[in-house]
């Protein structure tokens, strides 16, 4: 408790006394989400050739596995995946991929303002470009009192429960493999019924997860990755679980600016507008890929042997 209330006093201090300059500052978070329970499916299927799977598994951890800067001030700032050549995506799966790629926490700038506790993040999706405006997450943060050093910076720890989007493949899970009520399920099948199925018809979405945050008072800035805020620093470190953030650079006032204001490309729309739209999408594929062949990555069935 000693430690919570020194790292507020602490955060204050360094607040107000940023109140005269104009302050500035930027991160860099490597975004990593395991992918091991999918990989322990596409193992198991007998469908998959060895190079199949390798291919998949590449492209998986390249969707899951990015770099983004954050770009902050007193009271907003700019999270932007950073910039890459990549090459085109080859083969039939491409489509899929893209579609994945887009649900995978990356693309468009996602601007906070956490004075006015709302947020704007420009996507693009299918050919469209849309502009989200919402307000930024209540998160009930739980300062746990206990202490880490990343990066050089002093690190306080505080976990949330917050609502899983329904819409962030990251937060997919494979469904468990229950052989026997397969093999029942399969018995009670007609004949031609026997087809590969789309594998989002065999993962799971949890409705809520805890998230650990690590913030530090030395930086004082309740920003954060994505749209994490609200903590009396800023957050070097956010894992839920499964997807791991963590800062791996800090840049106090550097000596280039960034500008950091909301972009006003897109239709606008709220967030929950924007998921309903993925949502549609996503039944639309699943239908589209349902009874497919098992050589592209929408169509590939995640389950086990039969």
Do not use: H
Not at 208 to 232: F, K, M, R, S
Not at 282 to 300: A, V, Y
């Amino acid at each position: 408790m000693n430690k919570i209330i020194f790292a507020l006093v602490f955060w204050l201090t360094s607040y107000f006394g940023l109140q005269a300059q104009e302050f500035q500052g930027m991160a860099v978070y490597q975004s990593k989400t395991s992918t091991e329970d999918m990989k322990m499916r596409l193992s198991g299927n007998k469908d998959l050739t060895p190079e199949m799977q390798k291919t998949i598994e590449e492209r998986m951890k390249k969707m899951f596995e990015k770099t983004f800067i954050l770009n902050f001030n007193k009271t907003a700032s700019i999270y932007k995946e950073e910039e890459k050549l990549d090459a085109p995506t080859q083969g039939g799966s491409g489509g899929g991929m893209r579609f994945m790629a887009s649900m995978a926490g990356g693309g468009g700038t996602y601007y906070k303002n956490v004075k006015e506790k709302a947020y704007t993040v420009d996507k693009e999706f299918m050919g469209k470009e849309f502009l989200i405006k919402d307000s930024l997450p209540n998160l009930k943060w739980k300062m746990e009192g206990e202490t880490r050093v990343i990066g050089g910076y002093n690190c306080f720890k505080a976990t949330a429960v917050r609502q899983v989007s329904k819409t962030d493949f990251r937060n997919f899970r494979p469904k468990p493999d229950d052989k026997d009520a397969k093999k029942s399920t399969d018995a009670a099948k007609p004949a031609d019924a026997d087809k590969k199925t789309n594998f989002m018809d065999e993962m799971n979405i949890p409705k809520e997860q805890v998230v650990t945050a690590w913030y530090t008072p030395e930086v004082p800035v309740n920003q954060g990755p994505e749209n994490y805020w609200g903590l009396p620093g800023l957050i070097l470190e956010i894992n839920d679980g499964k997807t791991v953030i963590l800062c791996s650079k800090v840049v106090l006032n550097p000596k280039e600016k960034a500008d950091i204001k909301a972009s006003t490309k897109g239709k606008v729309v709220t967030q929950a507008e924007y998921d309903d739209i993925m949502i549609k999408k996503m039944e639309e594929f699943r239908e589209m890929n349902r009874g497919r062949g098992g050589n592209g990555t929408m169509q590939i069935r995640m389950g086990g042997p039969n």
